[in-house]
């Protein structure tokens, strides 16, 4: 978690990407989210890129590897719906806390 914390405090300060928003509601052809999010801009973020570019960058330090599904979904498509399947949350719940 200090891990992730560190890397998102890196980046306070830095543009909001209003487009990649927009851009979650245009799925690529297999609606997979494979294909970079064509209205995504690389110098800008949004809150679960962040969150999973975190998750990518820290996934040494896991207790749980992260699944080979969430590691196939380009970090400009996940939206943060998309977050509550990485390892992340408490194993007894399986969600974040309410």
Known sequence: AKAMADF???HVGEP????AIVGLHFRDDADEGIEPNPL?????WICSRLADMG???TE????VPLPAAFMIV???WRPPQGLLD???WEPASGLPPA
């Open 74 to 76: 380009h970090l400009t």
């Open 86 to 88: 990485a390892p992340i």
């Open 55 to 57: 998750l990518r960058g």
């Open 16 to 19: 909001y990407d209003l487009s």
């Open 8 to 10: 998102a405090l890196a």
């Open 40 to 44: 995504a801009d690389d110098g800008e």
């Open 60 to 63: 040494a330090l896991h207790r």
